[in-house]
């Protein structure tokens, strides 16, 4: 089953609170890449959803919150 690009961001964004609280894991098939792990879960994602994707991981890591509306 596909995801959806509101789905990949949910995902990002738990990824990357995990990459604040220090507990995350890399993708699947990836290896570790923490304090990253958001980052890398973003590069193994279709091209034309990572720049929404990042804007995600980027909200995280500098406000310390989950984005709204997602």
Request: aromatic residues 12%.
């Amino acid at each position: 089953m596909a995801i959806t690009i509101q789905e990949a961001k949910r995902t990002a964004a738990s990824i990357a609170v995990g990459d604040l609280l220090g507990y995350s894991e890399p993708p699947e098939g990836v290896e570790d890449n923490y304090p990253f792990n958001a980052v890398a879960y973003r590069k193994t994602l279709p091209k034309e959803w990572q720049a929404e994707v990042e804007d995600v991981i980027v909200y995280v890591y500098h406000h310390e919150q989950w984005p709204e509306g997602i």
